[in-house]
C-alpha cells in the first residue's frame, strides 16, 4: 500500500521569535510509520521539526513542515501527483492561527475609535453588532510587529480559524483509508468513544484513534480505534496502537 | 569561579496542549558553559528540555525548567543556598505569560455586559476608562478551560507582564558579573549597540551580548559584547562569542 502518515504538532508564528506550539512528541507517529515499513508497505511522512521520526529507509520520504497552513499546502502537492491507499492523520494541528497581536493601548483606542465613529455611541441595541463589526475589522487590518512591543502590561493576541485538514484529506483522497486521531484530557472512557464516533462520523473517516492525555505516560499510551459500525478495539502502548492501525487499515484496504 | 548560566526559551501554557514558545537552541548557551567548564569553573545550567545542553561533567549541574515563572522560582532557590561570581543570563525569556483565553463570542457578551452595567452605556468621555477596567476584569477572571473551544472562528488571548528576572538577577546577586542578552531582528549594527547599552544600564549589568536574529544562521553568529565603559568587542561564531564572555567574566571578576 501506499500510505501517507503525519505526525508531531504544528507551530504557528506570533512574530519572528515566538509562536504557539502544539506540543507532540511524534513518537507514536514514528512506531506508526515503522510498523507500515516493516510490512512492505510505501510511506511519505510529513512531519515538524520538534518531533522524532522513524529510521529512514528507501521506502520512506520525510516532509517536514511548521505550521497548518503549510501542512495543508505540503498535502495538497503531493495530492497532485501520489494516489493513497492509506492515510494515518496522527499530527497534533492547530485549530487556530495567529491573526494580529496588539497592545491592550492600541487596542482600547482602536475599539474606542471604532464604537464611536458615528459621533456619538452605539444604541445598547446595536452595541454587540457593533463590537463583532470592530473585532473583525481590528483582527483583520492591524500590521503584526516584527517582535511583539515589551512595554505594555497586556497583550491581546487574536487568534482565527485555521482550515480543517481532515476534511480536506477526506475530500481529496475520497479512497484512502482514512484513520482521524482525537485527543481529549480527562474524561471518561464513555465520552472518549462517544467523541470519537462523533469525529469518524463528521470527518467521514473509516478509523479514529481516541485517546486521553491523562492516560499517555512513559510506555503506557491507552489508545481506543473506532471503526464505522462504532465497534472498539483497545490498545495500552504505542505498539500496540500501532499493530491495531496496520492490521485495521490492510484488513479495511483489502475488503474496499 | 562559581557560575549560573540560563540557556534555551521559555514556554507559557495556553491549555495542556498548547503554549507559547519562545525559540531557542539554545547552542550558544552550551559553547558557553562547555568553555566555562573547561576553564575549570563549576557551572550551574539552568535550561528549557527542547534545547540542546552541555555535556555531562562532575562541575556541571543541569536544572530544567518550562515557564518564566518557574525560572523565577528555581532561581530564588539556586541563591537561597548558592553566591554565584558569575551569571550568564542567555535564556530566551517570554515577556508575556497567558492569562486568559476565550472565545470571541464569549468576549463580546462580556464586553457589552460591562458597558451596558448602569442600564445604558458610558459616556463618549468615560468610554476608555471603562474598557480599561473591563479588560482588566475579563482578564483576570475567566477561568481559563482545559482545552479552547474549537467551535468559534475567532479566540482572543489576553497575555500579561511576566516578572523581569534579569532585575532580580542583580538585586539578588549584586556582587556577580552580570552578563545580559539582547536579541533584536534586522536593526543595523548601531541600533544594535544603542538598544544593548539601553539594557545595560536599565538591569545594570557589567556586559551584555547583542545580537541580531538575521546574523544567525548554520555557523554564523554574529555577537556583539558591549561592557559599561561603552566598549564593544565583536565575534562571528557562537565559539567565538563563548570565548569572548568567559575571558571577560574573568577580567572583570579579576579586577573586582
Known sequence: MNILITAGGTSEKIDTVRSITNHSTGRLGKEIGEL?????????????????QPTK????????????????????????????????HSMAVSDFTTETTLSEDLFIEK????LTADGHLPDATDLRE?????????????QQEKKIPSGTDRLLLFLKKNPKIIAML?????????????????????????????????????LVLANDLEEIQGSHHKGILID??????????K???????VKKVEEKWRNQ
Open 111 to 114: 475599539l474606542a475609535a471604532k
Open 130 to 142: 457593533t463590537l463583532y463589526r470592530s473585532l473583525d475589522e481590528i483582527g483583520k487590518t492591524i
Open 36 to 52: 507500515f515499513l516493516a510490512q512492505g508497505h510505501r510511506v511519505t511522512y510529513i512531519t515538524t521539526p520538534q518531533a522524532v
Open 239 to 245: 505498539k500496540e496502537i500501532a499493530q491495531l492501525i
Open 170 to 206: 477526506r475530500k481529496q483522497q475520497p479512497h484512502a483509508v482514512l484513520v482521524g486521531f482525537k485527543l481529549l484530557v480527562g474524561v471518561s472512557t464513555e465520552e472518549l468513544i462517544r467523541v470519537g464516533q462523533s469525529i469518524l462520523i463528521k470527518n467521514n473517516c473509516d
Open 57 to 88: 529507509e528507501s521506502n520512506l520520504t520525510i516532509i517536514e513542515i511548521d505550521s497548518t497552513k503549510e501542512l495543508e499546502t505540503t498535502l495538497l502537492e503531493q495530492f497532485d501527483h501520489q494516489k493513497f491507499d492509506g492515510i494515518i
Open 228 to 237: 464505522a459500525l462504532g465497534q472498539t478495539e483497545t490498545a495500552q502502548t
